[in-house]
């Protein structure tokens, strides 16, 4: 798989990871996106793709934990040979020494790729998110908030973004040296040069401004003149590869993508929501309202083994019914930040998991054919306990770009894909549970 592949990636966490394959796939890059690192079977089968992905936990991870997994990840993205290797983060940033490190992973990614420095691009304007000077600015509800000041990141529960200077907030996690090249930077032409005096003073990495479509284009230009099969290392957002596509469409590499087939209503679908955000919390509400019923966990009991397996089949019941009556339910754990129970370390891996059941015997019984997980950390066990051993594009959403339609291909060869969708926290607009179910992504 390595004679025309252009990219390789890991995202951090698994919704971030269809960011990317939407980004690439949605414009004319075949690409596969796959839940574990694949045996050689699964990676024949898909010997076309031009860009390989690889899904994972890390934003929800200690250090210790990134210590121990990443130098795996990171070997294997090597030895695909790919001549840009991404450690995707979310464009939110958010992070901390404790969890999610970036510094940590970029640490580890230099050590273990043997590179002297990395560059680092977050602002994605197809996502709303803008870097300037170094600092953070991200869209909410039709307004831009610096990352420290909005609404719902400045208050995160896990990982809450008090910093909107991404180097700063970058050097509670890692004392390596970085360097920025900003917008002045860019308008004296200066981009290269800059890169280049940090390069001989020692800095481990330099994070590029990005706003405009013209500070993406110069971002671009950076990418391409210093990423290399010698240096391919790179950090961000999947504004990496917003920047990349013209470079690439200037050098003839990438075509113009076919049109995806239109997305059919069904009259079914089932969601499974551990998001506490407060826009996944709109989006369930405004579901309610469009014919959706919703069914409130146990939190207590599930994640915590407090009557867990009763709690299950309960809730397992309550969603047989509401498909048996050909309505489409919401198991969700939380309606927004307020909402949240206190639990033990390790709830919410195990809530991940019995979401995930729930989502597998609900799907295979109705024979369900379109399927939502919203949460990140949700996401990577629904796909376990539903077999799912790869993603591909079905069909990109231009109204809340980041969290497209899947194809989930499953173990069994003979097995037709299941259409499914991961749900960032902060994707989407009010509406998006409804669109989905009804087919309208425009």
């Known amino acids: 798989m390595t004679g025309d592949l252009l990219i390789a990636y890991y995202g951090d966490d698994f919704t971030g990871s269809t960011d990317v394959l939407e980004a690439l796939a949605g414009n004319g890059i075949e690409t596969v996106l796959f839940t574990a690192i694949p045996d050689q079977d699964q990676r ?5 793709c031009r860009a390989i992905g690889l899904a994972g936990t890390s934003r929800s991870r200690p250090p210790e934990w990134m210590d121990r997994e990443l130098p795996v990840v990171f070997e294997w993205l090597r030895s695909l040979q790919a001549p840009i290797v991404h450690y995707k983060v979310c464009s939110t940033f958010d992070s ?3 969890r999610g490190s970036i510094g940590r992973a970029i640490e580890i990614g230099l050590e273990r790729l043997g590179q002297d420095i990395a560059p680092i691009v977050v602002g994605a304007p197809e996502l709303g998110r803008y870097t300037v000077f170094g600092h953070l600015f991200a869209a909410f509800d039709g307004t831009v908030y610096r990352i420290d000041r909005h609404p719902v990141m400045s208050r995160h529960p896990a990982t809450p973004m008090t910093e909107a200077d991404l180097l700063l907030h970058l050097a509670l996690q890692t004392d390596l040296p970085m360097g920025r090249i900003d917008l002045a930077d860019q308008l004296a032409g200066r981009e290269k040069e800059v890169f280049e005096t940090f390069r001989a003073a020692g800095k481990r990495a330099v994070l590029i401004d990005v706003c405009d479509p013209a500070s993406q284009a110069h971002a671009g230009k950076v990418l391409a003149e210093t990423l290399s099969p010698a240096r391919s290392l790179v950090f961000g957002s999947s504004g990496v590869e917003y920047a990349l596509l013209p470079v690439w469409r200037a050098k003839g590499l990438v075509t113009a993508p076919l049109p995806a087939p239109p997305l059919e209503p069904v009259e079914r679908m089932a ?9 996944t919390e709109g989006q369930i509400h405004t579901a309610l309202a469009q014919g959706f019923t919703g069914i409130r ?14 709690a299950f089949e309960r809730t397992l019941e309550e969603g047989r019914s509401v498909l048996a009556a050909g309505g489409s339910p919401i198991l969700y754990t939380a309606l927004g930040p307020a909402d949240i129970e206190a639990a033990d370390a390790g709830a919410d891996d195990r809530l991940g998991r019995v979401l995930g059941r729930l989502l597998s015997r609900l799907a295979e019984e109705a024979s369900l054919s379109r399927l939502v997980v919203a949460g990140g950390d949700t996401s990577s066990h629904a796909l376990e306990e539903l077999d799912i051993y790869a993603l591909t594009l079905r069909h990109p959403m231009p109204q809340s770009p980041g969290s497209p ?20 926290g902060q994707i989407g607009k009010a509406d998006y549970f409804v669109r989905l179910r009804d087919g309208d992504l425009q």
């Open 405 to 424: 339609v899947c194809l989930g291909h499953r173990g069994v060869r003979e097995s037709a894909p299941v259409e499914i969708v991961l749900k960032g």
């Open 96 to 98: 901390a020494p404790h």
């Open 297 to 310: 966990l146990d939190y207590a009991a599930l994640a915590t083994d407090r009557g867990a397996e009763a």
């Open 44 to 48: 024949d089968r898909f010997s076309h």
């Open 271 to 279: 969601v499974v929501s551990g998001s506490c955000s407060a826009v």
